[in-house]
Protein backbone atom coordinates (compact mmCIF):
# COMPACT_ATOMS: atom_id res chain seq x y z
CA UNK A 1 0.00 0.00 0.00
CA UNK A 2 1.51 3.38 -0.68
CA UNK A 3 2.27 5.80 2.33
CA UNK A 4 2.07 9.60 1.94
CA UNK A 5 4.25 11.47 4.25
CA UNK A 6 2.50 13.85 6.16
CA UNK A 7 3.63 16.65 8.93
CA UNK A 8 1.97 17.41 11.98
CA UNK A 9 2.00 20.91 13.60
CA UNK A 10 0.48 22.40 16.30
CA UNK A 11 -1.39 25.35 15.42
CA UNK A 12 -2.79 26.31 18.77
CA UNK A 13 -4.06 25.23 21.54
CA UNK A 14 -6.91 22.72 20.80
CA UNK A 15 -5.89 23.04 16.89
CA UNK A 16 -3.10 20.85 15.46
CA UNK A 17 -2.95 20.78 11.82
CA UNK A 18 -1.78 18.21 9.44
CA UNK A 19 -0.25 18.44 5.62
CA UNK A 20 1.24 16.62 2.85
CA UNK A 21 4.61 17.54 1.16
CA UNK A 22 3.30 15.49 -2.28
CA UNK A 23 -0.44 16.83 -1.81
CA UNK A 24 -0.07 20.60 -2.39
CA UNK A 25 -3.33 22.52 -0.89
CA UNK A 26 -3.94 19.22 1.02
CA UNK A 27 -4.73 19.67 4.49
CA UNK A 28 -6.13 17.76 7.77
CA UNK A 29 -6.51 19.18 11.27
CA UNK A 30 -8.44 18.33 14.43
CA UNK A 31 -8.53 19.17 18.10
CA UNK A 32 -5.14 16.95 19.01
CA UNK A 33 -2.73 14.77 16.67
CA UNK A 34 -5.02 11.81 16.71
CA UNK A 35 -8.35 13.20 15.43
CA UNK A 36 -5.92 14.95 12.50
CA UNK A 37 -4.68 11.83 11.95
CA UNK A 38 -7.97 10.03 11.49
CA UNK A 39 -9.47 13.21 9.01
CA UNK A 40 -6.10 12.56 7.18
CA UNK A 41 -7.33 9.81 4.73
CA UNK A 42 -10.46 11.60 4.09
CA UNK A 43 -8.38 14.75 3.11
CA UNK A 44 -6.61 13.07 0.85
CA UNK A 45 -9.73 11.27 -1.06
CA UNK A 46 -11.40 14.90 -0.89
CA UNK A 47 -7.60 15.76 -2.64
CA UNK A 48 -7.99 13.08 -5.14
CA UNK A 49 -11.64 13.36 -5.97
CA UNK A 50 -10.83 16.91 -7.24
CA UNK A 51 -7.59 15.95 -9.07
CA UNK A 52 -9.78 13.38 -10.87
CA UNK A 53 -12.68 15.80 -11.74
CA UNK A 54 -10.21 18.58 -13.28
CA UNK A 55 -8.63 15.20 -15.07
CA UNK A 56 -5.66 14.28 -13.33
CA UNK A 57 -4.34 12.01 -10.35
CA UNK A 58 -2.67 11.87 -7.30
CA UNK A 59 1.04 11.71 -7.39
CA UNK A 60 2.88 8.76 -6.58
CA UNK A 61 4.41 8.91 -2.73
CA UNK A 62 7.83 10.53 -2.27
CA UNK A 63 9.78 8.10 1.19
CA UNK A 64 10.51 10.31 4.17
CA UNK A 65 14.19 9.90 3.18
CA UNK A 66 13.71 11.78 -0.50
CA UNK A 67 11.68 14.45 1.28
CA UNK A 68 14.62 14.84 3.60
CA UNK A 69 17.01 15.52 1.03
CA UNK A 70 14.56 18.24 -0.87
CA UNK A 71 15.57 21.65 0.61
CA UNK A 72 11.84 23.02 0.51
CA UNK A 73 10.68 20.35 3.18
CA UNK A 74 13.99 19.18 4.94
CA UNK A 75 13.40 22.18 8.00
CA UNK A 76 9.46 21.02 8.63
CA UNK A 77 10.79 17.73 8.82
CA UNK A 78 13.64 18.60 11.11
CA UNK A 79 11.46 20.67 12.86
CA UNK A 80 7.42 18.76 13.65
CA UNK A 81 6.56 15.36 13.60
CA UNK A 82 6.23 13.41 9.94
CA UNK A 83 4.15 10.47 9.90
CA UNK A 84 3.28 7.79 7.30
CA UNK A 85 -0.75 8.02 5.89
CA UNK A 86 -1.67 5.02 4.58
CA UNK A 87 -3.82 6.11 1.00
CA UNK A 88 -5.90 4.10 -0.29
CA UNK A 89 -6.85 2.84 3.62
CA UNK A 90 -7.01 -0.80 4.31
CA UNK A 91 -10.43 -1.84 5.18
CA UNK A 92 -9.85 -4.13 7.83
CA UNK A 93 -13.80 -5.36 7.82
CA UNK A 94 -12.75 -7.32 4.85
CA UNK A 95 -10.12 -8.72 6.22
Same mark, same amino acid.
Given at each position: ?????A?????G???????F??L? @??I?GGD?A? &?AL? !??P? #??????Q???D?? @???P??R??? &?L?? !??E? #??AI?N???VL?E?P????A?E
Amino acid at each position: MPHYVAIIEDAGPDDVSLWFPDLP @GCISGGDDAD &EALE !NAPE #AIAFYAQELIDDG @GQLPPPRTLE &ELKA !NPEF #ADAIRNHTAVLIEFPPRDDAQE
